[in-house]
């Protein structure tokens, strides 16, 4: 069995996508090689880093990319009161405020987003 099967389609095809914009970077930089790959990744992003680091590392073998780290940036989960307007980490996907009972509405949390690619 082809050791990609194994790992979840989702992790795998964002590994691509991330690959794809690191090597389209390295060749607007001239470079020949990728070090690093800096990545910010909301909690709810639905994304397994474990999977998505596996996938990485499977991608990247024979490739420009061969050396480099995926550094992943978590950003948590924060949302504001619609009653109170108080800011609130969000925590057991509790929507509502615990001092007022308001709503709470998402402001972070859902980004996915490559923040820099390092290359020479
Ligand atoms: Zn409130």
Redesign the pocket.
């Known amino acids: 069995m082809n050791f990609l099967e194994v790992i979840d389609l989702h992790e795998a095809t964002l590994a691509e996508n991330i690959l794809e914009i690191a090597f389209e970077t390295a060749e607007k930089n001239h470079a020949e090689k990728i070090l690093a790959i800096g990545l910010t990744l909301g909690e709810m992003a639905g994304v397994e880093i474990e999977a998505l680091n596996l996938s990485f590392d499977v991608l990247k073998k024979n490739t420009p990319a061969d050396g480099a780290e995926l550094k992943i940036k978590r950003v948590p989960i924060m949302a504001t ?6 800011n609130f980490r969000l925590e057991n996907y509790n929507f509502f ?1 615990p ?4 709503i709470l509405i998402l402001k972070s949390g859902r980004e996915l987003l490559v923040e820099f690619v390092d290359c020479e």
Do not use: H, P, S
């Not at 009161?81 to 108080?86: A, D, H, I, S």
């Not at 001092?99 to 308001?102: F, L």
């Open positions: 009161c619609n009653k109170c307007g108080k405020c001092e007022c009972d308001g």
